[in-house]
């Protein structure tokens, strides 16, 4: 570790696993009550459950990315953090408001949290994904102002690096296009097209600017290539994601009453957004295999290389699949989103901070790398939890397949809850995998205290 302030990190990436794994628990809940429709009712309500699941999966993953930027930030700008008090403290604030909300879900009934966090003098609260009270969600964006001014200050009072400028574009976009989660229009279609500017601008806009940055970082420090060969790679498919993104956000706009024309510019520019995933594919194993050093952090390069495929398979195949209107028409809401949802999640930003915990925490303990056994287990994790992801996107495709064709797209549809029965083989196939899903999870955690013989110095090719 070249400065002693990047050690901030580790206490992002410790509320990070942990926060995981208590959305993995919650997913599992979730799983069985699509099967038991009783389990744990009325103690955890599946619309509780699906809050805390989503809820949980948005946090831990910011503290994934703040503590990423820590790290990062002060090796690329070559000086140490701003204020590394400040980064302690908006830790323990954004800690503290996420576990009260948790809990608030969980113990009041949700009326009930609204009218006790004054809801009704800025409503708010109520929307998919956004379901944070108004204190929260004003707790969010005081720490992300707070964030992006120690991080911001950071990079503007060093070294400017491709990597730092693009890091810090995505997380001005990020704290900028949350506001919007505060204008809450009595029109309905007026609420839903500006919700996308949250939910949508984030995850494939500015979420994949940071994904990008943080790729390119490790990708630098493992393979020793060139800095300058993987900046232009990385203008090339920053450029392709925002020209795709952006406009391509209209295939959210399909059938929510937005004029027509979306439909046109939401199936073009959207089928081109397999394209910068495609490329961030083809640039990680290029840069592997144009690589000057034999890292010893093997497991850090795997999850690398996982990364762009799975984030590619994830967001672009299974985003391409349904996302052009005349199929969209048919899928829209159905487990194919799901599927979706739950594979380029996975790809695009799970395993982007997986990757740089990796990498980093070994350092910060005055390591090289993890030791032997200590990757075995890990790549273990990444193995079981990658392949149990496939398969819970296949068995949701599966389901969703079925579901369109018995429901929507035959001249006979048949009801919601026989199709809902009809289907659950799928379902208890998909808490077969998540239970996999979270054993790997397990080995993961379990690898940052496995002993073992030293990985070694990284050494030429």
């Not at 990190?9 to 995981?20: N, P, Q, R, T, V």
């Amino acid at each position: 570790m070249k400065y002693a302030s990047q050690a901030v990190s580790k206490l992002y990436f410790m509320a990070a696993i942990g926060l995981f794994v208590g959305q993995i628990l919650f997913g599992l809940i979730l799983g069985l009550q699509y099967v038991i429709g009783d389990f744990l009712f009325p103690a955890i309500p599946f619309n509780v459950a699906r809050m805390v699941h989503t809820n949980l999966l948005i946090v831990w993953l910011l503290f994934g990315f703040m503590g990423a930027a820590y790290y990062l930030v002060p090796e690329e700008a070559e000086r140490e953090l701003y204020s590394p008090k400040l980064a302690v403290a908006l830790f323990w604030i954004f800690l503290v408001a996420g576990a009260l909300t948790i809990l608030g879900y969980l113990l009041v009934p949700y009326a009930g949290l609204a009218k006790m966090t004054g809801n009704d003098l800025l409503p708010t609260m109520g929307r998919e994904f956004l379901e944070q009270p108004t204190i929260t969600k004003i707790g969010i964006v005081v720490v992300a102002l707070g964030f992006l001014y120690n991080v911001g200050m950071t990079i503007l009072t060093g070294r400017k690096t491709v990597i730092t400028m693009v890091l810090l574009t995505g997380l001005t976009g990020l704290a900028v296009l949350f506001l919007f989660s505060f204008y809450n229009p009595v029109n309905l279609v007026l609420d839903k097209y500006y919700w996308w500017w949250v939910v949508h601008l984030w995850v494939e806009g500015v979420w994949e600017l940071i994904l990008g940055s943080i790729l390119a970082f490790v990708l630098i420090k493992v393979t020793g290539v060139d800095r300058e060969v993987i900046e232009k790679w990385l203008y090339v498919i920053i450029a392709m994601t925002l020209i795709t993104g952006i406009i391509g956000t209209g295939h959210h706009y399909f059938w929510i009453g937005t004029p027509g024309y979306w439909q046109w510019l939401g199936s073009v520019f959207s089928a081109l957004e397999p394209i910068p995933f495609f490329m961030m594919t083809v640039f990680a194993f290029n840069m592997v295999n144009k690589r000057r050093l034999n890292h010893p952090n093997k497991a850090a390069v795997l999850w690398a290389e996982g990364t762009a495929v799975m984030a590619f398979l994830g967001a672009g195949v299974w985003g391409f699949m349904h996302t052009l209107a005349p199929v969209n028409y048919y899928t829209h809401g159905t487990q194919i989103t799901a599927a979706h949802g739950h594979m380029a999640f996975y790809g695009a930003y799970v395993m982007i901070v997986l990757t740089i915990i990796s990498y980093a925490w070994p350092i910060m303990r005055g390591e090289k790398a993890a030791n032997k056994r200590a990757q075995v287990v890990e790549m273990w994790s990444f193995w079981l939890m990658t392949v149990s992801m496939v398969f819970i996107t296949l068995f949701l495709t599966g389901a969703g397949v079925l579901q369109t064709w018995l429901q929507r797209y035959t001249d006979t549809p048949l009801p919601f809850m026989e199709v809902q029965a009809k289907i659950a083989p799928f379902y208890w196939m998909r808490e077969v995998a998540g239970l996999v899903f979270m054993i790997g999870l397990v080995l993961y955690v379990y690898s940052f205290f496995a002993k073992g013989e030293s990985a070694g110095d990284a050494t030429p090719v």
